[in-house]
């Protein structure tokens, strides 16, 4: 059974950093394209970042700059660092594997920022 696990969500100040983490069980993230998504209220699931299999990455462009994607195959983990958070930041934060026809989704981890 595959899991993507997030982590590392919570409350923060504007100008704050918070580090997210995802965890996979049942495949190996290397072989996987990854991408950290979000959502907030009422709006669609947008791409934050994206990491390849190859690490190459890409970045919205309303966080380049300040989120950084990064990913430990050793740890089978993917990370996004978030500095200079912003309260358009708030959203459920989402991890996604995807390969060919394969897609996984984590349950999500929430960020919210205060200004």
């Known amino acids: 059974q595959v899991q993507l696990v997030e982590s590392g969500g919570g409350l923060v100040q504007a100008g704050g950093s918070l580090r997210l983490s995802c965890a996979a069980s049942?495949?190996?993230?290397?072989?996987?394209?990854m991408g950290w998504y979000r959502q907030a209220p009422g709006k669609q699931r947008d791409m934050v970042a994206i990491?390849?299999?190859?690490?190459?990455?890409v970045y919205a462009d309303s966080v380049k700059g300040r989120f950084t994607i990064s990913r430990d195959n050793a740890q089978n983990s993917v990370s996004l660092q978030m500095n200079s958070l912003k309260s358009e930041d708030t959203a459920i934060y989402y991890c996604?594997?995807?390969?060919?026809?394969?897609?996984?989704w984590g349950q999500g981890t929430p960020v919210t920022v205060s200004s």
């Open positions: 049942g495949i190996t993230l290397s072989t996987y394209n």
């Open positions: 996604k594997a995807y390969w060919s026809d394969l897609i996984y």
């Open positions: 990491i390849t299999r190859g690490g190459s990455t």
